[in-house]
């Protein structure tokens, strides 16, 4: 299968209230796993690489094993480039086969932000690639971003409109109380928010920072309508938890690298799963 869209996933997702989930890899094994949870869940799904993880596995070796993946998947897979702020990177991205990217110009004012954004939209758009923004500021620490919890700004919803029609984007990552990263106390998400956004736009929405979210505020948040959660920070752990065990438990004379790999896949493998179903997404492949 070739890799798809936003556009071929997120619309019907919103359409028929469940959330299609996306989720970061750093790697080959957990972008295997990360497929093998949607295939087991028969859902399709969204594999991202920051521009950290893309810089640290290589750009053309990041799209060569998601395409290599995508090739023999059961379920749609889109390549989505996350959080990117360096838009000579997502250039590059784009054209290096990247089905999807997210240009992150939120610590930028409103005006500048549309402006900025735009260009990547127009420039994406003759790359039958789709293009995520983010408008408001979603707390905590995504990679190499960090946004102070205190000066994390809440998407202002009258702001929405004008900005999904300037430029003309695919999804629209909002802030609305979720933060990258494990919460330091009980997230509290503003629902009256998200209802207000949602009111005003039929551009799909995204959940940033999925991870330590409960799954019924999630749910609450896709019968609303939200089309896409992100979760990033739970499969890290699962991975380096995973490898830490099998280090401790292997015997001393294993060393066979499979031995400790392939466990990491079934267990990333296992969380994707249990999302995809939570968020409504199982048999929608
Ligand atoms: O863009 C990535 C996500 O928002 C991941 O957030 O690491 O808190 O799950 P998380
Ligand atoms: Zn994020």
Excluded: W
């Excluded at 408008?135 to 999904?164: C, H, M, Q, W």
């Excluded at 066979?256 to 493998?269: E, I, N, Q, Y």
């Amino acid at each position: 299968m070739e890799l798809v869209t936003l556009r071929d996933l997120l619309p019907r997702a919103k359409r028929e209230h469940y959330a299609v989930g996306a989720f970061n890899f750093n790697g080959y094994e957990d972008a295997v796993g990360i497929q093998m949870g949607a295939e087991q869940a028969a859902a399709p799904v969204i594999l991202m690489a920051s521009q950290g993880a893309c810089q640290y596995i290589g750009l053309y070796e990041t799209v060569g094993i998601v395409k290599g993946i995508a090739k023999h998947s059961k379920v749609p897979v889109c390549l989505h480039l996350d959080h990117a702020t360096d838009y000579d990177f997502i250039k590059e991205a784009i054209k290096a086969g990247f089905s999807s990217v997210m240009v992150d110009a939120s610590a930028r004012e409103y005006e500048t932000n549309i402006r900025e954004s735009k260009a990547i939209a127009d420039f994406a758009r003759n790359y039958n690639c789709s293009v995520e923004a983010e408008l408001g500021k979603v707390g905590g620490k995504e990679d190499n971003i960090v946004v102070e919890d205190r000066t994390a700004a809440f998407t202002v919803p009258s702001d929405v409109p004008r900005y999904v029609e300037e430029t003309g984007i695919d999804a629209l990552a909002v802030a609305f109380g979720s933060v990258h990263g494990f919460y330091k106390s009980e997230p509290k998400l503003d629902f009256d928010r998200l209802d207000a956004i949602l009111k005003l736009t039929d551009c799909p929405i995204v959940l940033h920072g999925g991870t330590g979210i409960p799954i019924a505020d999630i749910q609450k948040c896709i019968d609303m309508g939200l089309a896409k959660v992100n979760v990033g920070t739970e499969l890290k752990a699962a991975f380096s938890g995973t490898l830490r065990k099998l280090c401790a438990e292997l015997p001393a004379g294993e060393f066979d690298p499979r031995k400790f790999l392939k466990p990491v896949k079934g267990a990333v493998a296992a969380i994707v799963k249990e999302k995809l179903e939570a968020f409504g997404a199982a048999g929608k492949a």
